[in-house]
């Protein structure tokens, strides 16, 4: 797989495996040993990026990931994040430098390596200012522990501020077809910094896939349960737009939506690498056959201009997970 740079150091291929999914977030955990395959799988087909999180079990994607890649650890780069209270319970925003530093320990024994290649801070906590963060991993990377700093889901202004004190390698946030507002103030920021964008949900959370419609139930437990988009069946049956035109596009192209999707990313910036997570091997294959599709300059015109007279039906998020975004 042809690989991208993310920052001015880090090389990564070109599309990352998300892992969340395969522990949280989408009902009951998948079967470890099946998990375990998959990723190494990936990384049998050239994916070097893998991105996982404290948060999600919490804990156990950490362990997984780090099980499933200790025997090609030289090979691959593995991203995680710090940022909540999740060791007395509490669960909200928890970025000072003690807790960073106590739960960095934590991750590299779950992920059984010596170094975390990307460390992000999940969400941005406004009780600590983001100088202190991006100190406290600065002396994280002089320690070794740490090899390069990443934020999520902060906003321009977190981002200058923390790449003042400690370039920042990469931004992790919510990019696709159907939510493009990284693109007013965020993209052009990062590049002006030459900062790396990875794009997590690439694929809207499954919907650019085509496989759900109005009329789809999701099992007990998955977080689409909670989402203005999924919940209301009007804006689902609205968005099917989206995959009318992706479907338009694969169709020529002897493709699938996915693919489309993942290509109109691979697209716009070669510092985006975005991160599909799955728990099946056949959409691991599909999603993976994006980085040889190339969209020629016409048809990326051909989206752009559809998507600008296509608006998205529902909210990204439910209140109280907007309210943890930095703006």
Same mark, same amino acid.
């Given at each position: 797989?042809?690989?991208?740079?993310?920052?001015?150091?880090?090389?990564?291929?070109?599309?990352?495996?998300?892992?969340?999914?395969?522990?949280?977030?989408?009902?009951?955990?998948?079967?470890?040993?099946?998990?375990?395959?998959?990723?190494?799988?990936?990384?049998?087909?050239?994916?070097?990026?893998?991105?996982?999180?404290?948060?999600?079990?919490?804990?156990?994607?950490?362990?997984?990931?780090?099980?499933?890649?200790?025997?090609?650890?030289?090979?691959?780069?593995?991203?995680?994040?710090?940022?909540?209270?999740?060791?007395?319970?509490?669960?909200?925003?928890?970025?000072?430098?003690? /807790?960073?530093? &106590?739960? $960095?320990?934590?991750?590299?024994?779950?992920?059984?390596?010596?170094?975390? %290649? *990307? @460390?992000?801070?999940?969400?941005?906590?406004?009780?600590?200012?983001?100088?202190?963060?991006?100190?406290?991993?600065?002396?994280?990377?002089?320690?070794?522990?740490?090899?390069?700093?990443?934020?999520?889901?902060?906003?321009?202004?977190?981002?200058?501020?923390?790449?003042?004190?400690?370039?920042?390698?990469?931004?992790?946030?919510?990019?696709?077809?159907?939510?493009?507002?990284?693109?007013?103030?965020?993209?052009?920021?990062?590049?002006?910094?030459?900062?790396?964008?990875?794009?997590?949900?690439?694929?809207?959370?499954?919907?650019?896939?085509?496989?759900?419609?109005?009329?789809?139930?999701?099992?007990?437990?998955?977080?689409?349960? /909670?989402?203005? &988009?999924? $919940?209301?069946?009007?804006?689902?049956?609205?968005?099917?737009?989206?995959? %009318? *035109? @992706?479907?338009?596009?694969?169709?020529?192209?002897?493709?699938?939506?996915?693919?489309?999707?993942?290509?109109?990313?691979?697209?716009?910036?070669?510092?985006?690498?975005?991160?599909?997570?799955?728990?099946?091997?056949?959409?691991?294959?599909?999603?993976?056959?994006?980085?040889?599709?190339?969209?020629?300059?016409?048809?990326?015109?051909?989206?752009?201009?559809?998507?600008?007279?296509?608006?998205?039906?529902?909210?990204?998020?439910?209140?109280?997970?907007?309210?943890?975004?930095?703006?």
């Amino acid at each position: 797989m042809q690989k991208r740079r993310l920052g001015t150091h880090l090389e990564v291929s070109a599309l990352g495996l998300g892992c969340m999914g395969m522990s949280s977030g989408l009902g009951p955990p998948a079967d470890k040993q099946e998990m375990i395959s998959l990723i190494r799988t990936a990384v049998d087909r050239g994916v070097t990026f893998f991105d996982t999180a404290q948060v999600y079990g919490p804990f156990t994607n950490e362990a997984l990931v780090g099980e499933a890649l200790e025997p090609v650890r030289g090979q691959v780069v593995i991203a995680t994040k710090f940022g909540f209270d999740l060791e007395n319970g509490q669960g909200g925003l928890d970025s000072r430098p003690e /807790t960073i530093k &106590r739960s $960095v320990e934590g991750s590299l024994e779950r992920l059984r390596t010596d170094t975390i %290649d *990307l @460390l992000y801070q999940h969400r941005v906590d406004p009780s600590v200012p983001i100088e202190e963060v991006a100190g406290t991993i600065s002396e994280l990377i002089e320690e070794g522990k740490v090899t390069h700093f990443g934020l999520s889901e902060a906003g321009v202004r977190t981002i200058r501020r923390a790449h003042a004190v400690q370039p920042v390698t990469a931004l992790q946030s919510e990019y696709s077809l159907w939510w493009r507002e990284p693109e007013e103030a965020i993209l052009p920021t990062l590049e002006e910094l030459g900062i790396g964008f990875v794009p997590f949900s690439p694929l809207g959370k499954g919907f650019l896939t085509g496989t759900i419609d109005e009329s789809t139930e999701f099992t007990s437990g998955d977080f689409r349960n /909670t989402v203005p &988009r999924f $919940v209301d069946q009007e804006a689902r049956k609205a968005n099917l737009a989206f995959v %009318d *035109l @992706l479907q338009t596009i694969a169709d020529r192209k002897n493709a699938m939506p996915a693919q489309i999707a993942l290509a109109w990313l691979l697209g716009r910036k070669h510092w985006i690498v975005p991160i599909p997570g799955t728990t099946k091997l056949h959409r691991l294959e599909e999603n993976l056959g994006a980085a040889t599709l190339k969209l020629s300059t016409a048809e990326l015109r051909e989206i752009g201009d559809a998507l600008a007279a296509m608006p998205v039906a529902g909210e990204r998020y439910p209140a109280q997970m907007q309210a943890l975004i930095d703006r």
